[in-house]
């Protein structure tokens, strides 16, 4: 099926490892995205990717870097893991037809706990 | 003052009712406007955009948009239990690089 893919699905670490989450998406999308989501705090964009070859911060950077593979395959990485990046993670795409408007296509999303 | 807001809820509405989900932005640039729906343990979902000022339908879902109050709206009619989840705004900034940002979410509950 055409979409977002995430692995993994669900990742405990300890504190210091480091660990990257996998995003490929099959819709032929230009821009992608990083975010993460906390209870109160809603969704977070961490780092995007407006085309392959480039990458930008977001709102929360710190702790993370990202890798544009190439125009599939946006992946994020944990150098060295802390409790305060316990969250759910998603990855999305945006569509660029008007029928999708700029509205992202997101993936399952990664359950990460540091402990 | 966060740029989107959302009343986090719940909302609790009867089956059949009229749900009414409320968002405010602060950039008043902003030219693109998004609800997802997000049910517990699950992605986002984008179910309405909205560009212009007015009411735009789309099956049981109404988007309002009102931007000289900066404020959006989502109205669901006759609410179903399966419409239970938590709803998020999103808005398109004009500035810059095309990113959304994201309210907090309202959860709406509809009891059968």
């Known amino acids: 099926n055409a979409g977002v893919t995430q692995t993994p699905k669900f990742q405990v670490l300890k504190t210091g490892q480091s660990m990257t989450l996998q995003c490929a998406q099959d819709m032929n999308h230009n821009s992608m995205y990083w975010y993460r989501q906390d209870p109160g705090m809603g969704l977070r964009l961490i780092y995007y990717?407006?085309?392959?070859?480039?990458?930008d911060k977001g709102e929360v950077p710190n702790g993370y870097n990202v890798s544009r593979l190439n125009k599939r395959e946006f992946s994020l990485r944990l150098e060295s893991a802390a409790p305060s990046q316990t969250s759910v993670y998603f990855c999305a795409s945006r569509g660029i037809l008007r029928t999708e408007s700029y509205g992202y296509t997101f993936g399952s999303g990664t359950r990460l706990t540091v402990v | 003052q966060k740029e989107v807001e959302q009343n986090s809820g719940p909302l609790s509405v009867p089956e059949g009712a009229i749900a009414s989900l409320n968002c405010t932005y602060s950039?008043?640039?902003?030219?693109?406007f998004f609800w997802y729906r997000q049910y517990s343990g699950k992605s986002p979902e984008l179910i309405m955009f909205i560009y212009s000022n007015g009411d735009k339908e789309d099956g049981r879902f109404t988007a309002q948009l009102n931007k000289a109050s900066q404020y959006v709206s989502l109205l669901i009619r006759d609410s179903q239990p399966s419409d239970s989840a938590t709803y998020l705004c999103?808005?398109?900034?004009?500035?810059?690089?095309?990113?959304?940002?994201f309210g907090t979410g309202t959860r709406l509950l509809v009891s059968p």
């Open positions: 990717s407006a085309s392959e070859g480039t990458t």
């Open positions: 999103a808005v398109k900034k004009n500035t810059g690089f095309q990113k959304l940002v």
């Open positions: 950039d008043r640039g902003s030219q693109s």
